[in-house]
């Protein structure tokens, strides 16, 4: 006689909080390294308008200019992440991908001359705005529903795409976001009808 263990059923929840959880485990050992080399991985950041450095839209993300900024999205990261997550996974992507794309551009074309830009906030602000929209775009009450408790909680975080706050990437978090608004409209287009 033998026994035999059904293997745990993936679910959404459990598949998106590892791979948001395996995004920001990243994130933090990179800032380990980044510590102890005396901050070597920031010149992996954005210099805008440099063509040489049009990769670096892609490093810029995970890396982070000290243990606050990390910390200050880690936890919006996670949240809007998964709940980003929860429209499935095509979905995600394409908001994670717009959001990472949309943060960069921008940060590249209008930042500021000698600055180095870094940090996830490009796809908080993709995955904040993408939640915000969608249900607009789509008509959904759920949604809109989703809009309304995300915007009570995370709402504030908007004023960051206004330009004025030394030190913080307004063109970050305004590319992001509109990587964020793009994503929520995609799947709509050609499907209204004029009335």
Not at 39 to 44: A, E, F, T
Not at 96 to 110: A, D, E, F, K, R
């Amino acid at each position: 006689m033998s026994t035999h263990t059904e293997p745990r059923r993936s679910t959404p929840f459990r598949d998106g909080l590892i791979v948001m959880g395996g995004m920001l485990a990243v994130m933090w050992v990179l800032e380990i390294i980044d510590v102890a080399s005396a901050h070597s991985l920031d010149q992996y950041g954005i210099v805008p308008r440099r063509v040489d450095q049009l990769l670096h839209l892609l490093s810029a993300p995970w890396l982070h200019y000290g243990w606050g900024h990390l910390m200050s999205n880690t936890l919006p990261f996670l949240v809007l992440g998964m709940v980003t997550w929860l429209s499935g996974f095509r979905e995600w992507l394409t908001v994670t991908v717009l959001s990472l794309l949309g943060s960069g551009l921008l940060v590249w074309l209008i930042a500021p001359n000698a600055t180095i830009t870094a940090g996830a906030s490009g796809l908080v602000f993709g995955y904040l705005a993408y939640l915000l929209v969608r249900g607009f775009f789509r008509r959904n009450g759920w949604q809109i529903l989703i809009a309304v408790i995300v915007f009570a909680f995370y709402g504030t975080a908007l004023f960051g795409v206004i330009p004025g706050a030394a030190g913080i990437s307004w063109q970050g978090h305004l590319g992001g976001a509109l990587g964020g608004v793009l994503a929520a409209w995609l799947p709509t287009r050609g499907t209204r009808t004029l009335r």
